[in-house]
């Protein structure tokens, strides 16, 4: 169900608050019962900042969607570079490499193009993304050096967050450091350099710490694509009587990189020439994010859990444009001194409260859940225009201001019919505003407010001690953004994008064998896609599309040290149904992909080889099949061929404090087109890395 209307925010969270007044009872009985159980409550546990779950056990038997987590160790093991070289080993997750280090998040799922985003990015449980209502929702990437672990949720699971959870929710889970330090560092290919310093401590009875964790990164990159990159994380959180704790997180990033929006002609590519395309351009990025969280353990029953945030992101993208008739002579991009800064900044203030609480209903258990968000975002977006001489200086003509004013509220219950069964209802309202205005137009300024309602349930059955069937169908949405949503500074009344999503699986593990297989079909009654090609595209409703598929995963103990770790993703339907492009393939979703790894394990010695196995996809909505030759303007698509890249890794633990560990990625030196966009990505070629982590 959605309504278009003009019904503000501050209207709705009236009719949420009249909605929960019966809820004010209850705290109030759970506060009384507070008095008398607070005596016996236990000293408070590791202080965390609020996630989306807590580990994999309780995945398993309450959530009603498929569910993968990854851990410390599982990261350590891939030695990524970037969280997206996680992402690609998820059933489920297609990635659009634009470089090796992911500055830019480019991944879809179920079928859903990577170059949108219909899914929900957190860190800590809190948006990461630098807007979510008013755009630009990719500017911003956390660094994989930061994360201990990463929670993938999909189908009915992701009714409790939102916007955007059509694919699903990614949540990263950030590191506490521990007692002590830990030193790491890593060189590699392309002039690889990385150091890492993780630091912190606690006090003698556990219930107080504090901790950094550091990073600075260099490297020349693959084909020149330079990029100087350090993080700062800092975590402390301390027990407030028995029974309330509170976390604090700061964290800064910094990015300065050699990258554009431009690849390689087709010729030069087919040559073997691996250069940077655009050498003279350069993507800026800095951001600051502050989050404070509050548990409070009501009693042994209820647990109210606030979240506050803030973070400013600021994005510099200075480009240097090309001469067309120049660069089709030339068969590789000519540029003038025109340069071009698309200067952007983004700034988002948000609190989220979450009251979880244990009772009976109509004789059965149950665990309901009621959340409130409110959450304003601030966009602000110039275009200066310089030349070499001016050295990124010069006049504004393009200054807007971009707003959204947004609150969510939800409620969700676990009933368990019998010991066996459980149903998961549940409905989530999103309502927000949004506000465009352009400074240099005289201020002149448009508005336009949705509020969508998204209702879902779910089930889980355990049909064995060892085996779950679990399923579900719940509504999702993805906002048309400002610049979308208020394009020529009118509201052009689109919809958000709204699809209904079904699900049911199967999963479960008995001795050396882990399973799951789930069946998905997601179906669009509106939705729009650009596929980074045809920028008419997202000015207009494009009509319904469907999305059908299968995911497979599969982990076998050989014993003796070896494992197999597999899983495919088989998606024969991502078609649009309606409009320009009807029966065409949505761009950037493959029919299929798979992962396959095997690995040994002795005292000291840990290696895996993995492969990683891409299909064919189209680069834009029209489905031609032909890569364009030359530098015009226009629609970058084509066929791009399917791939496998194997990767080799190892880690020797010298001690309990001292690892060394190294990898070859890309082991048999593929070559293959990553993405297009004005030209070729190419996917970076083979590569070696050797680190050490030393604990003290």
Same mark, same amino acid.
Do not use: C
């Given at each position: =169900?959605?309504? !278009?209307?003009?019904?503000?925010?501050?209207?709705?969270? %009236?009719?949420?608050? =009249?909605?929960? $007044?019966?809820?004010?009872?209850?705290?109030?009985?759970?506060?009384?019962?507070?008095?008398?159980?607070?005596?016996?409550?236990?000293?408070?546990?590791r202080i965390e900042v609020i996630r989306v779950r807590g580990n994999q056990l309780s995945h398993a038997h309450i959530e009603t969607g498929t569910v993968h987590l990854i851990n410390l160790e599982q990261i350590d093991a891939i030695q990524p570079l970037s969280t997206e070289d996680v992402l690609r080993r998820v059933p489920g997750i297609n990635i659009k490499g634009e470089e090796e280090t992911s500055i830019v998040a480019n991944f879809g799922l179920r079928g859903l193009s990577a170059s949108e985003s219909k899914s929900l990015v957190l860190e800590d449980g809190v948006p990461v993304a630098p807007g979510l209502f008013i755009g630009n929702d990719r500017y911003f990437n956390p660094r994989i050096q930061r994360m201990e672990g990463v929670e993938i949720l999909k189908g009915s699971a992701s009714l409790r967050y939102g916007p955007s959870t059509i694919g699903g929710v990614v949540n990263y889970i950030t590191k506490t450091p521990d007692d002590g330090v830990q030193l790491s560092g890593r060189v590699g290919s392309f002039n690889l350099r990385e150091a890492s310093i993780e630091a912190g401590g606690k006090n003698a009875s556990g219930d107080a710490y504090a901790g950094v964790v550091a990073t600075h990164a260099k490297s020349d990159g693959f084909m020149d694509k330079g990029y100087a990159m350090s993080d700062v994380m800092v975590k402390a959180g301390t027990a407030i009587?028995?029974?309330? !704790?509170?976390?604090?997180?700061?964290?800064?990033?910094?990015?300065?990189?050699?990258?554009?929006?431009?690849?390689?002609?087709?010729?030069?590519?087919?040559?073997?020439? !691996?250069y940077n395309p655009a050498p003279d351009d350069w993507y800026l990025q800095d951001r600051k994010a502050f989050d404070l969280n509050h548990e409070w353990t009501i009693n042994d029953s209820a647990t109210l859990k606030t979240l506050v945030y803030w973070s400013d992101v600021s994005r510099d993208y200075w480009r240097y444009n &090309?001469?067309?008739a120049a660069s089709n002579e030339a068969g590789r991009w000519i540029y003038t001194d025109d340069l071009t800064g698309n200067n952007r900044s983004f700034e988002r203030f948000g609190i989220e409260t979450r009251l979880g609480f244990a009772h009976q209903l109509g004789g059965m258990h149950a665990d309901t859940e009621l959340g409130l968000r409110l959450m304003r975002e601030e966009g602000n977006d110039t275009r200066i225009r310089a030349t070499r001489a001016q050295d990124r200086t010069g006049p504004n003509d393009r200054h807007r201001i971009d707003t959204a004013d947004s609150l969510a509220g939800y409620v969700q219950s676990r009933i368990e019919l019998t010991d066996q069964l459980a149903v998961t209802p549940g409905v989530r309202v999103e309502s927000y505003e949004q506000e465009r205005v352009v400074l240099t137009s005289n201020n002149s300024a448009a508005k336009t407010s949705n509020t969508e309602v998204l209702p879902g349930i779910g089930f889980t059955y355990e049909m064995t001690s060892a085996v779950q069937f679990y399923g579900g169908v719940y509504r999702a949405f993805s906002p048309a953004t400002n610049g979308v949503?208020?394009?020529?500074?009118?509201?052009?009344?689109?919809?958000?994008?709204?699809?209904? *999503?079904?699900?049911?699986? #199967?999963?479960?593990?008995? @001795?050396?064998?882990?399973f799951e297989v789930a069946a998905f079909a997601m179906d669009f009654s509106n939705q729009v896609v650009t596929g980074n090609t045809d920028p008419n595209l997202s000015q207009s409703?494009?009509?319904?599309?469907?999305?059908?598929?299968?995911?497979? /995963?599969? /982990?076998?103990?050989?014993?003796?040290? +070896?494992? %197999?770790?597999? *899983?495919?993703?088989? #998606?024969?339907?991502?078609?649009?149904?309606t409009g320009e492009h009807q029966g065409n393939r949505l761009p950037y979703a493959p029919k299929f992909m798979a992962n396959l790894g095997l690995n040994y394990s002795a005292d000291q010695l840990t290696l895996a080889l993995t492969a990683h196995h891409r299909g064919e996809q189209y680069g834009d909505p029209t489905n031609q099949t032909e890569l364009p030759t030359d530098a015009a303007g226009g629609i970058w698509g084509g066929?791009?061929?399917?791939?496998? &890249? $194997?990767?080799?890794?190892?880690?020797?633990r010298l001690s309990n404090e001292f690892v060394l560990f190294g990898a070859v990625k890309n082991l048999t030196d593929k070559q293959y087109i990553a993405g297009?966009?004005? @030209? #070729?990505?190419?996917?970076?070629?083979?590569?070696?890395?050797? @680190? +050490? !982590?030393y604990r003290f």
């Open positions: =169900m959605s309504v !278009r209307t003009n019904f503000a925010p501050n209207k709705l969270a %009236l009719a949420l608050a =009249m909605a929960a $007044l019966p809820l004010t009872a209850v705290a109030g009985e759970l506060m009384d019962a507070a008095d008398d159980d607070g005596a016996q409550q236990s000293s408070a546990p009587g028995a029974n309330q !704790r509170v976390g604090v997180k700061f964290s800064y990033h910094e990015n300065d990189a050699n990258i554009s929006y431009r690849g390689l002609l087709l010729n030069d590519y087919l040559a073997g020439e !691996r &090309v001469d067309t949503a208020l394009d020529g500074l009118k509201d052009q009344n689109l919809d958000g994008e709204r699809s209904t *999503n079904y699900e049911v699986g #199967i999963r479960g593990s008995q @001795g050396a064998l882990a409703n494009a009509g319904k599309t469907e999305h059908k598929g299968m995911e497979f /995963a599969l /982990a076998y103990d050989f014993g003796a040290g +070896f494992s %197999l770790d597999t *899983n495919a993703t088989w #998606i024969p339907t991502s078609k649009f149904k066929l791009l061929p399917s791939y496998t &890249v $194997l990767d080799l890794t190892a880690q020797y297009l966009r004005q @030209g #070729i990505y190419v996917g970076p070629e083979r590569s070696f890395e050797l @680190g +050490f !982590r």
